[in-house]
């Protein structure tokens, strides 16, 4: 009976664990993102960014990042787009096929 009851709760727990979503160090640090913080802010909180892109209208940086469940982690691409003061002005996460294909000379 003890024994029963012991697989039962060790069973209910892997359950609830497949089920809870990755969270990696990089993905912590990068919900810290906020508009405002100077591109200073952003590398020294994330690092070098895997993808630079620049124009008239300010720059983007792109960051790997993981999604999902344990089970079936998804990577993705966090964008930082900086305005012409070098300030964060918007951030997003996208698939990797959106970002290939608003950007097909960079091999992820």
Known sequence: MKRT?????????????SCSTTTTSATRKIDKVEVGMSKHDIRKLLGTPIFKNADDMGEQWAYRKVI????????AIFIVTFNSDGKVEEYRTMKPLEFRMLHPHFNL
């Open 68 to 75: 999902g469940d344990i089970l079936q982690p998804e990577e």
């Open 5 to 17: 009851i012991i697989t039962t709760l060790l069973a209910a727990c892997l359950i609830m664990t």
